[in-house]
């Protein structure tokens, strides 16, 4: 039986309301709500055991985040004063916290998306004799640093007042975007500060290097996309060539003044296969190869396992099947002891059910805290 619908009527009843037609396809997808954690500037009053510690770090419902005390109580005058004597702010899953949970201490934190350092706090006067409220740069919590050997901090303490003093947040976060899937509002790419014929410029000079990153040699010229152009001065306006350097996404994040790059775990598995294929990665690789192109949440790791006389692991590594079809990707892998280190529980189920044996970043990382 044939239907017949008055789409015609229907249309004029539109048209009386003030509608249009609008383009639609099927393959829309609908973009889900942030979460309040990402949206709010003053973020989300919580308790120790409502943060999850994924990777070693400190997430609130798939975004990153910093979790701090902003009652200074009685040291508050002090601390609106100079905000490095005030309560640290964590970032990772540090022996502090876990102290705290051993002693029932679950005392009201708030959790933060914050890359800028600035940090709400309150408390009461001493001058005043009132409660006041501002805001100050506190620190990072060096347990976190430790918990993290955050570039190195544990395994080269020489450098521990250098990696302390130029800590930062927006750094942290960048450098470990491939881990969450949101990220701070901040890190949506801002284009103001270019040249006007900027596009054209950074196109022709990648063309001149053959699309090819300038520092760890990768082709990029199927997935140009991936190649970025860099200014070495960190001067937007200043396009001459000498100040331009072609980079891969993740070359390009790990320069000084990009701290609100960042870089999706998709894009950053295909650079890594496509090292793997171009020889850049491998058993053929050393360490300092490894610290230089190895996702920077597993830096610290790498760093303690050479310390520990570890065998050289491959990195980015991936097991295929019979057909040559990849089944999984290994961070860090072992390949002839088929013993490998991943992000979380589901990549390690898979590992295991593969015959492999398999540790999460969060689990390798809590070890060697242990062992200290």
């Known amino acids: 039986m044939k239907l017949r619908f008055p789409v015609d009527a229907l249309w004029a009843q539109v048209n009386k309301m003030g509608g249009s037609k609008r383009e639609y396809s099927l393959n829309h997808r609908i973009q889900t709500p942030l979460p309040e954690i990402v949206t709010s500037k003053k973020g989300v009053d919580v308790t120790i055991d409502e943060v999850d510690t994924e990777f070693g770090l400190l997430s609130c419902n798939g975004a990153q985040v910093v979790l701090y005390i902003p009652d200074h109580g009685r040291n508050v005058d002090g601390v609106l004063q100079d ?13 502090t916290l876990e102290q705290m949970r051993q002693k029932n201490r679950f005392q009201r934190y708030r959790a933060v998306v914050n890359v800028t350092g600035e940090f709400e706090v309150f408390g009461f006067s001493m001058f005043t004799q009132k409660s006041v409220e501002g805001t100050a740069r506190l620190q990072v919590c060096i347990n976190c640093l430790k918990h993290l050997n955050y570039r190195g901090y544990v395994t080269d303490p020489r450098r521990q007042t250098e990696i302390r003093r130029s800590f930062s ?18 890190f949506i790419e801002r284009k103001e500060g270019y040249a006007p014929d900027w ?15 300038e520092s760890c040699r990768l082709d990029l010229s199927s997935n140009k996309y991936l190649l970025h152009t860099h200014h070495i001065d960190g001067n937007k306006r200043n396009n001459q060539e000498s100040n331009l350097q072609a980079l891969c996404a993740d070359c390009h994040r790990k320069q000084p003044l990009h701290d609100y790059m960042s870089i999706k775990s998709k894009d950053m598995a295909l650079i890594q296969r496509l090292r793997k294929e171009q020889g850049i990665l491998g058993s053929a690789a050393d360490w300092d190869d490894l610290y230089k192109l190895v996702d920077p949440p597993y830096d610290g790791l790498l760093r303690y396992l050479k310390g520990a006389g570890d065998g050289k692991p491959e ?15 290994v961070e860090i892998a072992w390949p002839h002891a088929k013993d490998g280190i991943v992000a979380d529980d589901a990549e390690k189920k898979v590992l295991e059910g593969l015959g492999w044996k398999a540790k999460t970043l969060e689990v390798a990382l809590r070890e060697f805290r242990e062992k200290r």
Do not use: M, W
């Open 315 to 329: 990195i980015g590594y991936e097991i295929t099947d019979a057909n040559g079809a990849v089944v999984a990707e």
């Open 169 to 186: 947040l927006k750094d942290f976060f960048a450098e470990h975007s491939t881990l969450f899937r949101y990220l701070p509002s901040s």
């Open 83 to 95: 905000g490095s004597t005030g309560r640290r702010v964590h970032v990772a899953d540090c022996t």
């Open 199 to 213: 596009p054209q410029i950074s196109e022709n000079f990648r063309a001149s290097k053959d699309y090819r990153c």
